[in-house]
């Protein structure tokens, strides 16, 4: 909160943006009386639906995949010829679909997920995307200036570094295998996906280095 | 078709900007309008690129001014609408006048754990496969009023077939209700000269998911 105008600003577009929101809410609310009195759905498994979300599933699936692979070679090799099956042998998360693939980043090459046309993203290892990723900012420019958009994460990658964007275009879903920090040989899994943050797993952050567990953010 | 979903390379939109320790929902209704789409889709009412196009066909000023769920809920409506499952009145009334029609199933509690897994978009192949990695193409340069899964930017391009992901269904037909048409899906990676002309980074590389009936031997 900067200036006055600033936040007189803010207080207008909150207003504005509360009354479309209540529009919306009695309009959702219609359609799911609509759709439970139909017999379509039974608002008690939406209900579970959304606990699960909230609570279930999340980027530390994620980090826990990718905190094996930096630490069971066997693991890494099956995760990049066929992660689908790779996360399916942990056991530890519902099926994420047929179609899920690992890409790794290198001291020569840093990946980076999109969905231009929608919000494509590996639910089952990431959980929910963020509002961020949904965006317009984020969707148009991710495929055309990638070093700007790490910049905006505060990510400024050696000129050198190859950048390869991945628009997740059919039903193919990928994470990215982030390069493991230095400084943390001979650490447990459980302490190493501390590490793994959502955005590394997206290409746009890199995992935390040891100094900074104690202040992870996401 | 072309609208404002298609953001891939437009400028404009401004910075990304993260929201940190972002909720999974930002008010309750948006994990309702979640929910529905999930129990919908698990009751067989609509695939999934039906809901991708019903979104793409609001009106673009719409489109970008909507939430993300929000859009949703309105591409929702439409779509109950469209199919039959409810009439306006209905919704507008916020009760059902009549029954509902027959589905092949509904997500109930016991079952929500199937409604969270993703289904499996493999289908059995239709005829021989025309591409394996290595090979240049060359995208079509179509514009079909209906739904697809080729961005504008990568339209009329060269690129390297990297990977075959088997055969899928073919969203462009079963958006159109002409069924599943299973198709074979390759990652095809591009420059970003050859995407974004001679001034574009040569660092980057882009690639897309490509069904091959966007492509053709280049």
């Given amino acids: ?218 | 078709m072309d609208s404002v979903h298609d953001m891939g390379g437009m400028d404009g939109f401004g910075k990304v900007e993260a929201e940190v320790n972002e909720p999974p929902f930002h008010a309750p209704w948006e994990g309702r309008v979640l929910a529905m789409q999930r129990a919908m889709g698990y009751a067989g009412a609509w695939h999934i690129d039906h809901s991708r196009f019903a979104q793409e066909k609001l009106p673009p000023v719409t489109y970008l001014s909507a939430s993300y769920y929000q859009r949703w809920a309105l591409a929702m409506e439409n779509n109950v609408i469209e199919r039959g499952y409810a009439s306006p009145e209905e919704l507008k009334a916020g009760h059902a006048q009549t029954p509902g029609k027959s589905l092949p199933r509904k997500l109930t509690p016991d079952v929500v754990g199937a409604g969270l897994s993703r289904s499996s978009f493999y289908r059995q192949q239709q005829g021989p496969q025309k591409f394996k990695p290595g090979d240049r193409v060359r995208t079509r340069n179509i514009h079909p009023k209906t739904h697809t899964r080729l961005p504008r930017y990568a339209r009329d391009k060269v690129g390297v077939v990297e990977m075959c992901h088997g055969c899928h269904m073919y969203p462009d037909s079963v958006a159109a209700d002409r069924g599943d048409n299973p198709q074979w899906l390759y990652t095809v990676v591009f420059t970003s000269q050859e995407l974004w002309g001679p001034d574009a980074d040569p660092t980057i590389k882009i690639s897309i998911d490509a069904f091959e009936p966007y492509l053709d031997p280049a």
């Avoid at chain 1, 529009?23 to 759709?35: D, G, N, P």
């Avoid at chain 1, 930096?70 to 530890?92: I, Q, R, Y």
């Fill in chain 1, 1 to 218: 909160m900067a200036g006055h105008d600033h936040d007189h600003d803010h207080h207008d577009h909150d207003h504005e943006h509360g009354s479309e929101l209540s529009e919306t809410q009695l309009r959702v609310r219609a359609l799911e009386t609509v759709l439970t009195e139909k017999g379509y759905i039974d608002p008690a498994a939406l209900d579970a639906i959304i606990e699960a979300y909230e609570t279930k599933i999340g980027p530390r699936n994620g980090s826990v995949v990718v905190a094996r692979a930096w630490t069971d070679p066997a693991f890494k090799k099956a995760l990049l010829e066929d992660a689908t099956k790779a996360v399916a042998s942990m056991g530890h998360m519902s099926r994420v679909g047929d179609h899920l693939v690992a890409v790794e980043n290198t001291s020569q090459r840093h990946n980076m997920i999109v969905c231009t046309l929608c919000s494509c993203y590996p639910w089952e290892v990431l959980g929910l995307p963020p509002v961020w990723y949904k965006s317009a900012p984020y969707r148009s420019r991710a495929v055309k200036d990638p070093r700007g958009v790490l910049n905006d994460f505060g990510i400024a990658l050696p000129k050198d570094t190859e950048v390869r964007v991945w628009d997740s275009t059919a039903e193919t879903r990928f994470i990215v295998l982030p390069m493991r920090p230095a400084g943390t040989e001979g650490w447990s899994e459980e302490k190493l996906a501390d590490l793994v943050t959502r955005d590394s797993m997206i290409g746009t952050g890199l995992p935390l280095n040891p100094a900074q567990t104690d202040s992870k953010v996401k």
